[in-house]
């Protein structure tokens, strides 16, 4: 039986960024990525900010105002200790979400190149199931946090429903304008809090995912650079391997500037995500430490969820831009691993000149202030740990 030959035609209805569409939908939805930048319906983008402005002053905003006003007018710590964690979470959001409508542009032009651009096409059978895996890879790892995430918000509602009958807890400790300790009016405040509790954790999520998987993308090309350079042979079915590398460094200034552009998009979220991440683990840590185990186990597993999902929450920017880092640092081995024994002078002159360029690895920064990459996630759970044992022992 005849063996069907791989051609590039063969994934023609197959995205490059298959892993990420689902991820793009979702921000869409929820206002926070350009429905269209087609010049010729300049109406779409005036209903898309419409929209946008309805839905954001309608829920998170507001949801947000509620439990900052409630944090001002409460005067038990550990009331205030039971919102700020969740608090904290959301300023981390009213970041994110303004970065990502300042920079739209920027993060719809990234998505295009590296959807579309042709010298990004992957032209070898084992290039296309490398992308594949990796593709999935991906898709396993937002799809099992953005569901971890917003079972938190599940079991927290699940949780105040479970209290005595006498006994009125909303999800999220939010200050209401009325009096909700009532049968009817409870539900009023408990269905409001609940679309807002689940529209703001699967926006904080998607807007997470969608940083890393600029990030884990970018890995991706400088893998890519790394396969075609350790497949460098001479063939007389090949163009010559001069032209080779030549097309392999455009690729490489290429992704040098998607460098650029993707340490703009991810900066400062990866930063503001950093700074208040200890502050919420610290307050996670004291309202479980003030929490009556067997009171309601549906609330002490949604905080201990929630410390989880914020623990993953650092760790998968840190562990994507370590990622970026190593790709970037693993081409120079990757040039030894080709046929360049081989190769005539003039070639190996302009290897040596490419991995002149090669000698510092890229590296994405947060705002200039450190490097993102593993060693950050563990300061971070350092200072997380100092934080709370300084809150206890202010309380005590």
Not at 265 to 292: A, N
Request: glycine share 2%; hydrophobic share 45%; aromatic share 14%.
């Amino acid at each position: 039986m005849a063996v069907k030959k791989w051609s590039p035609r063969n994934t023609s209805s197959m995205s490059r960024t298959a892993s990420a569409n689902i991820i793009i939908a979702v921000l869409k939805s929820l206002g926070y990525w350009q429905w269209t930048r087609d010049p010729r319906q300049p109406y779409i983008e005036k209903v898309e900010r419409a929209y946008r402005i309805v839905l954001h002053t309608t829920f998170p905003f507001t949801f947000i105002a509620l439990m900052l006003t409630g944090v001002l007018l409460s005067r038990d710590l550990d009331e205030i200790g039971s919102i700020l964690h969740v608090l904290l979470t959301e300023f981390s959001l009213i970041v994110k979400t303004l970065h990502i409508w300042r920079k739209g542009g920027v993060a719809w032009r990234f998505m295009h190149e590296v959807a579309n651009d042709p010298i990004y096409d992957l032209r070898q059978q084992s290039e296309w199931t490398k992308w594949q895996q990796a593709q999935r890879s991906f898709a396993i790892v937002s799809n099992t946090y953005f569901v971890a995430a917003t079972t938190v918000v599940v079991f927290a509602c699940i949780g105040a429903m479970m209290t005595p009958a006498d006994v009125y807890v909303l999800p999220m400790n939010i200050y209401v304008p009325f009096d909700w300790h009532h049968p009817r009016r409870y539900w009023y405040a408990w269905t409001y809090n609940t679309i807002a509790s689940l529209m703001t954790a699967t926006a904080n999520a998607m807007l997470d995912l969608v940083n890393c998987y600029f990030m884990f993308h970018l890995s991706l090309l400088y893998k890519l650079i790394g396969w075609r350079l350790s497949a460098l042979r001479r063939s007389a079915n090949e163009p010559p391997v001069i032209e080779q590398m030549s097309e392999i460094f455009q690729m490489h200034m290429k992704v040098r500037r998607l460098t650029t552009e993707c340490e703009t998009l991810v900066s400062i979220p990866v930063f503001s995500q950093i700074i208040l991440s200890s502050f919420i683990l610290c307050f996670c840590g004291y309202r479980l430490q003030q929490m009556e185990i067997m009171e309601n186990l549906s609330m002490l597993f949604s905080t201990v969820e929630f410390a989880t999902v914020m623990a993953v929450q650092i760790f998968l920017p840190c562990y994507f831009g370590n990622k970026v880092t190593e790709s970037s640092d693993a081409l120079t081995d990757e040039i030894f691993n080709s046929d360049w024994t081989t190769f005539d002078v003039p070639t190996r002159r302009f290897m040596i000149l490419y991995m002149e360029l090669l000698k510092k690895p890229a590296n994405l920064m947060s705002v200039n202030y450190f490097i993102i990459g593993v060693d950050i996630f563990a300061k971070t759970m350092k200072n997380a740990y100092s934080i709370f044992a300084l809150v206890l022992n202010m309380n005590n």
